[in-house]
């Protein structure tokens, strides 16, 4: 960041005359949360906290000597806990069991005395044979077998689609190690693990650990000895199983593998993790410890949803692997640095309980596009440092809560854009507020004292304050501790009795007990010329300020926060002319693309905007920043022609899909069609352009509109992806004939992207029509979870209330976890359904409790009110007061109305 030159002086003045500003601001703010929807809560009123779960006893090694039968969904064996207890005289052992598991035994050390047990819920107590202290280290071995629902997938060749591979694979967050394993299902204690496995050839295993070796099992079946000599919490446990090819890297010593299915080729590999080495390389050296452990794999897997940090064995989805024309649009480096960055944040330090979560997600959601900023530069960072900040913003409008937050129903709840996207956005703060140098040594100084240790957030926050000498506090109670956000409304003015800018910044977030009143230091930026801009440090502190800049002239620009560091919602209109200065010479590419979204919307007429955006996407190197300000000349206006011709021979494909897209939205023309017909016919092209080709092809009602969608069908490609971009154009056609295509493509046996690309469509088909919204009901159970979920959509969407049974039935066996997502989304529409359905009156008579919960807001709202009306009585008063100071001479005399 500049300084400012010595000269310049910031006045920062209170405005407290007759009314305070203040109090307006609360006022209008009160106005506006009558306006406003409600948030619901994170979590209901009475939900207790979840403080850390006391351990009795120190597990410290976990062997597990398991069969696993994928034709039967069995998995059956023996693990052995050694135990150390924690206190005194010691007389039972809790573990975690999934209610899927039977045990058949236990044993209690080295004699294999057998103990008595029983279970609890998901709970197996076993009673010592005696007492046991801490010097007492001792096994306890438990043998079981199951068919779980949860914590472990069984994916089975399947004749409908004969290129499905046979697959198991387990999932351990939050807490669903235990559906399959019986263990101690918490992060907050650490133990080395042995996996020792035997499942039918010519199926492998990969888990934590080293590969001892593998062996001839009885009949065709083989065992694998995985061995993990580094403690870490039992959520990391991880088995993934299939016939894979294995492909290999290395740096010095560390082994670096990629597990893919068989028919996957080494380049198609590649082009998904073939980046790692260059990741455990940059991330070892900026965080000051290089990889922790003796290998690191990567293993695709079908019906994973994104990617999980098992140590040294992530399991990542197998939808990444993407071919050479996918890959024009679709990098997933961030995924593999993402899961990478969790080796160091999650596994090596590992959060001590779920509300400390976003000390895994937050730091490896900031230290993805930390890669990109090594990788490809600041200005992509910066751009992805954005859409982590809209990601926040955009969930913050369904509930808010801080991201250290005690109280929550489940884990799994945890796992949001808070902890995600915000944390991340609130490392980037840190990081902008300290400056790089005590930043990076507060990451190096955090990671050498707690390794292979449970962490706190106060941990991290002693680290940062150690490394530079600032007390940290207030940054963590306001961005931490509580939530939301600021909400800023930014006026500015030319004061030419004096010479100076006058900017006003208000704070107009609701302020209460949960969102505070936020201190920002940021910047002001004042541009007096293409060139010479001033950047001024300042702190917004109060609800209102006026910052007073002494200026010679006045300002083409004033900015605030030009850099986009502050997590924050900007109410901060501008002219066109300060817009097109901004697009043209604003220095930060956040700055300028925010310039070319305002402008997009009011080029219609306006030269001047025309000329400016036409010309802006081209003056950035940013491929991103390309892209979007391409997107935002395909606005429909006519205008735009020739850029959009332009970009569409761009280098970048990203830019020359939006420019396809933005032609697509034209009427038709020759040289547009040519465009498009050479787009289309391009098989090298990316798809999204081809896609969109054929989309403004069909739109224009070519001659031969049925011909280019029966040929699009037939198309390989990625994932299906031209098919089913087609298929949505057939069924946008005649209801008739789109309701058959529509039945025909949603069957089983289908491809999985034509099925749910079929399903979009029977909100509209089947809105009167019985034997389609049987079909649809039928889909919610569907095997394929794209498909359950675009049914279940399409349900809520339709208001099926008799599809209630099956979405009940569905839930009871949907995965939680890590991978609870669906089961969310199944649980809202069963919710919104209810609501939808009609009740019967004694049903709908509202309960004792809920008024009593509704108490507080109607007291609130009741204040509101009153403190509106005594407002509106100032107002009036002050009304009458200046009528009645008024000269004759100021009354005029209206006009007479015109004639007719």
């Not at 025909?744 to 491809?751: A, I």
């Not at 007061?881 to 005029?892: F, G, I, M, Q, Y």
């Amino acid at each position: 960041m500049s300084h400012p030159s010595r000269w310049i002086r910031i006045a920062v003045l209170a405005l407290f005359a007759g009314v305070s500003v203040a109090a307006e601001a609360r006022a209008q703010r009160r106005s506006s949360l009558l306006a406003a929807p409600a948030r619901r809560p994170f979590a209901p009123a009475d939900t207790p906290r979840r403080p850390e779960r006391l351990r009795f006893v120190d597990v410290q090694h976990i062997k597990a000597e398991l069969t696993i039968d994928p034709k039967v969904h069995e998995v059956r064996g023996v693990v052995t806990h050694t135990l150390r207890p924690l206190h005194p005289f010691l007389k039972s052992v809790e573990l975690d069991c999934g209610k899927d598991l039977k045990v058949q035994r236990v044993t209690i050390g080295p004699n294999r005395i057998v103990g008595n047990f029983r279970r609890e819920g998901d709970k197996l107590i076993v009673d010592l044979d005696h007492p046991r202290g801490p010097d007492d280290s001792f096994d306890l071995a438990v043998t079981y077998s199951g068919s779980p629902e949860k914590g472990m997938k069984f994916i089975a060749h399947d004749p409908a689609y004969p290129d499905r591979p046979t697959v198991v694979w387990t999932q351990g967050e939050a807490e669903e190690t235990h559906h399959w394993l019986p263990c101690y299902d918490y992060p907050n204690d650490r133990a080395t693990t042995e996996m020792i496995v035997n499942v039918p050839r010519p199926l492998k295993v990969v888990s934590n650990g080293v590969l001892v070796e593998s062996r001839d099992g009885p009949g065709s079946t083989v065992t694998y000895h995985w061995k993990m000599d580094a403690p870490f919490a039992s959520y990391l446990i991880s088995l993934a199983i299939g016939d894979f090819a294995v492909y290999h890297d290395r740096i010095g010593d560390l082994p670096i593998d990629y597990y893919v299915a068989r028919d996957v080729d080494e380049a198609t590999a590649r082009r998904f993790m073939g980046k790692t080495p260059r990741m455990v390389e940059f991330f070892g050296r900026v965080i000051g410890r290089p990889y922790p452990y003796a290998k690191y794999a990567q293993v695709c897997v079908p019906e994973f949803g994104g990617g999980m940090e098992n140590i040294t064995a992530t399991t990542m989805t197998d939808e990444a692997l993407h071919d050479a024309i996918a890959e024009l649009e679709h990098s997933s480096d961030g995924l593999v640095a993402h899961e990478l960055a969790h080796q160091w944040f999650g596994d090596l330090l590992t959060c001590k309980d779920w509300s400390h979560i976003w000390l895994n997600e937050g730091f490896a959601s900031y230290f993805g596009p930390l890669y990109t900023e090594h990788a490809l530069g600041e200005e992509e960072f910066r751009i992805e440092m954005h859409r982590e900040m809209e990601g926040y913003l955009r969930s913050d409008r369904d509930y808010r809560r801080a991201i250290v937050e005690p109280r929550y129903t489940t884990p799994d709840d945890m796992f949001d854009a808070v902890t995600y996207n915000k944390g991340a956005c609130v490392l980037h703060m840190l990081r902008g507020l300290i400056g790089d140098e005590a930043w990076w040594k507060g990451i190096r100084g955090y990671v050498a004292n707690h390794a292979f240790d449970v962490v706190e957030t106060d941990d991290f926050r002693r680290a940062m304050e150690v490394a530079s000498g600032k007390d940290l506090k207030w940054f963590f109670d306001q961005w931490v501790y509580k939530a939301g956000y600021p909400e800023l409304k930014v006026r500015w003015r030319y004061e030419d009795a004096d010479r100076t800018v006058r900017v006003r910044i208000e704070q107009t977030q609701t302020i209460n007990e949960l969102t505070p009143l936020f201190r920002l230091p940021t910047t002001l930026e004042i541009a007096e010329a293409p060139g010479r801009v001033r950047s001024i440090p300042i702190v917004i502190d109060n609800e209102v300020q006026e910052f007073v800049i002494p200026a010679t002239e006045r300002p083409r620009l004033v900015q605030v926060d030009p850099e986009g560091r502050l997590i924050k919602q900007l109410d901060f209109p501008k002219t066109d002319a300060e817009s097109i200065h901004q697009l043209q010479y604003a220095s930060a590419v956040l700055s300028r693309l925010e310039a070319a979204r305002s402008l997009s919307g009011r080029s219609r007429g306006r030269s001047a905007i025309v000329e400016a955006m036409s010309a802006a996407w081209k003056r950035e190197k940013a491929p991103s920043a390309r892209r979007e300000m391409v997107e935002h000349i395909a606005n429909g206006d006519d205008a735009f022609r020739p850029a959009l011709v332009e970009a569409a021979r761009d280098p970048e494909a990203r830019v020359r899909v939006a420019a396809v897209e933005g032609l697509a939205k034209l009427g038709r023309n020759p040289a547009a069609e040519a465009i498009l017909r050479a787009v289309w016919a391009d098989p090298k092209e990316a798809y999204g352009a081809r896609n969109a080709a054929l989309r403004g092809l069909v739109a224009w009602k070519v001659d031969d509109d049925l011909t280019l969608l029966d040929a699009a069908l037939k198309v390989p490609s990625n994932r299906n992806t031209i098919a089913a971009g087609a298929l949505a154009m057939i069924l946008d056609g005649p209801a008739s004939k789109a309701r058959e295509t529509a039945a025909l493509y949603s069957r089983y046996g289908q491809p999985s992207a034509l099925r749910t690309t079929a399903l979009s469509a029977f909100p509209r088909l089947a809105r009167n029509d019985p034997a389609l919204q049987e079909l649809l009901i039928s889909l919610v159970d569907d095997p394929d979870l794209s498909v359950r979920l675009r049914a279940v959509s399409a349900v809520v969407d339709l208001k099926l209330t008799r599809a209630l049974p099956a979405l009940q039935s569905r839930l009871d066996r949907e995965s939680s976890g890590f991978s609870a997502g669906p089961r969310r989304r199944l649980q809202s529409a069963i919710d919104t359904l209810k609501a939808a359905s009609p009740q019967p009156a004694k049903r709908r008579a509202r309960t004792a409790t809920a008024l009593a919960n509704d108490l507080p807001v109607i007291r609130e709202l009741e204040a509101q009110a009153a403190d509106l009306e005594a407002r509106a009585r100032q107002l009036r008063s002050r009304i009458a007061e200046l009528n009645r100071s008024r000269k004759p001479a100021d009354v005029k005399t209206p006009a007479p109305a015109a004639t007719p």
